[in-house]
């Protein structure tokens, strides 16, 4: 693109937009962490990484927003969607597991590109530059 406004400006957008779902997410298992941790043993996934879980969806989502160690944040996401999408999601005979599967693998492709274009100018790693 030849519109640096325009290129900044969507890379802003695309940073607040995916980081989204997880900062609420990560916020949500705060509240219902018992039922969570239910969820996650019922799949294999020791319950006591759910603190983990939390603080990687709510910091690496909040590092995303504010554009700080992007690259970083958007590869940590990227991993955690794809392994939290074959680990939740993988009965693709389901259709609805099979949705939210590819919603996962659309959420890391997304995270990659972030990963690769960078947080862009306006953000706080442009600013440490």
Known sequence: ???PALTNLALLAGRILVAIPFVLGGYNKIGGF???QKYMEAFGVPGMLLPLVI???LGAGLLLIIGYQTRLA???L???TLMAGV???GKL???MQAILFFKNVAMTGGM???FVAGAGAFSLDARRR
């Open 1 to 3: 693109m030849n519109n």
């Open 34 to 36: 018992a039922g969570t």
């Open 55 to 57: 603080a990687l969806e």
């Open 74 to 76: 958007a590869l940590a």
């Open 78 to 80: 990227a991993g955690f």
């Open 87 to 89: 680990l939740f999601h």
């Open 93 to 95: 005979s389901d259709p």
């Open 112 to 114: 990659l590109a972030i």
